[in-house]
């Protein structure tokens, strides 16, 4: 097998060692379904990226995997791989096949050097949590708002706590929680602009993530569609800080509750190492 290189990225910051690390490896077509998902768990982070010729009109496909799974979408290694891929390309917006479709990035630059990007979201499908009453007493919590559960690809359930203090000091099961559901719980607490949350999903070998894109967009879809912003309003998402990995996400969906128009995600990220695999 040949020498496969692999970028990390630190993604939902703009200082190394913190917001979500992801590792991308740049030049995947050598490798089979089984060293991409050994390679995940080898790297152990939330996510890992393998890169591939594009197949329907975008700029690479990539495909991404959880230490434990193959996810068709997720928001932090769409965004890193977006950096990544995107300073030597020196384009203004990047697409990225993903198993849940081509996901075109915006990104903003600060002379050669990419410092923003925002990536259009798939617009998620909703329903009432099944389970949400098993979920809130396994969490030791009641949720203010409706417990619903967003699909994009990856699932994701929400719980608005009532207060930053309270999602802060959230100590979950994390065996039982397991065995109840398999979309990620995101328990989050804020007002205006300003929003923290927590996301756990150890089924997926993620026990708590540091930074969630995948789940940003909902979260700002749930927060507009009960009231708690309006549509069009862009918010600031705290997570990580538990972790000692903080991170900062950006969201806004524009639209109305009766149709949801466009979902964005948007974050900085940066470098911070690259290596080799020589198996």
Excluded at 6 to 23: K, S
Excluded at 226 to 248: C, V
Aim: charged share 25%; net charge negative; hydrophobic share 40%.
């Amino acid at each position: 097998m040949p020498t496969l290189r692999y970028v990390v990225i630190d993604v939902f910051t703009d200082t190394p060692l913190a917001g979500n690390q992801l590792a991308v490896f740049t030049d995947g077509r050598e490798v089979d379904d089984e060293t991409m998902q050994r390679l995940a768990r080898e790297m152990n982070f939330s996510e890992t990226v393998f890169v591939l010729p594009p197949e329907s009109g975008g700029h690479a496909r990539i495909r991404i995997f959880t230490p434990s799974a193959e996810l068709p979408f997720a928001g932090h290694p769409v965004l890193g791989s977006a950096f990544v891929l995107g300073a030597p390309l020196q384009l203004g917006e990047i697409v990225l096949e993903t198993g849940a479709g081509n996901i075109p990035v915006t990104l903003e630059r600060e002379g050669a050097r990419i410092v923003f990007g925002w990536m259009r979201q798939p617009i998620p499908k909703w329903e009432p949590f099944a389970d949400a009453e098993e979920l809130q007493e396994l969490m030791g919590v009641r949720s203010r708002l409706p417990v619903e559960v967003y699909d994009l690809g990856p699932h994701h359930v929400f719980l608005e706590l009532e207060s930053e203090d309270e999602v802060a000091a959230l100590t979950p099961d994390f065996t039982a929680l397991g065995r109840l559901t398999e979309a990620g719980v995101n328990c989050f607490a804020g007002s205006g602009r300003n929003w923290k949350t927590r996301m756990f999903a150890p089924v997926h070998g993620v026990a708590e993530d540091p930074a969630t894109g995948s789940a940003a967009g909902p979260l700002a879809i749930h927060l507009a569609r009960h009231g708690r912003i309006d549509f069009g309003d862009e918010i600031e998402i705290s997570q990580g800080i538990e972790l000692g990995r903080p991170s900062k996400l950006y969201a806004r969906v524009e639209g109305s509750g009766d149709e949801i128009e466009r979902v964005e995600v948007g974050g900085s990220a940066v470098t911070v190492a690259r290596g080799e695999f020589k198996l």
